[in-house]
């Protein structure tokens, strides 16, 4: 384990949050466990609004890695996070695309 992801994480501030923040609380650990694994490929199964894929992404970039980062959802929602709009997807989008250079290194 490497004890400069860990204090990494826990200063970690999220450049971008969305409502819902039901998992704000868990951003800290995956920010650390992207720097600590580093995966070549890292496929995200329900990223809604992308508070959690963001920070996956964001985490790539800021250490240096380079894994490459897929989202997957219905973007339809479900019975724990609730149904919701189009705009959901639609906002993380914009998200995508006003941050890709950002991103893309
Ligand atoms: C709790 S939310 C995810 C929270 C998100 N990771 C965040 O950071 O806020 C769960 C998501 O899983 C999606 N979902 C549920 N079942 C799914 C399925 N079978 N295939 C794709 N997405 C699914 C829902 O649409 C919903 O957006």
């Keep these: 384990m490497n004890l400069n992801n860990l204090l990494d994480?826990?200063?970690f501030s999220a450049k971008s949050l969305k409502f819902p923040?039901?998992?704000?609380?868990?951003?800290?650990?995956a920010s650390w466990i992207m720097k600590e694994v580093s995966p070549k490929i890292f496929v995200?199964?329900?990223?809604?609004?992308?508070?959690?894929?963001?920070?996956?992404?964001q985490s790539v970039v800021e250490?240096?890695?380079s894994s490459k980062c897929y989202a997957i959802d219905t973007w339809l929602g479900?019975?724990?996070a609730g149904h919701y709009s189009d705009e959901v997807f639609l906002a993380l989008m914009i998200i995508i695309r006003s941050t890709m250079l950002v991103f893309r290194d």
């Design 44 to 57: 995200e199964l329900g990223t809604h609004s992308g508070n959690s894929y963001f920070t996956f992404c």
């Design 78 to 80: 479900d019975e724990h």
């Design 9 to 11: 994480a826990a200063s």
């Design 63 to 65: 250490g240096g890695l």
């Design 21 to 29: 923040n039901s998992w704000v609380g868990h951003l800290p650990f």
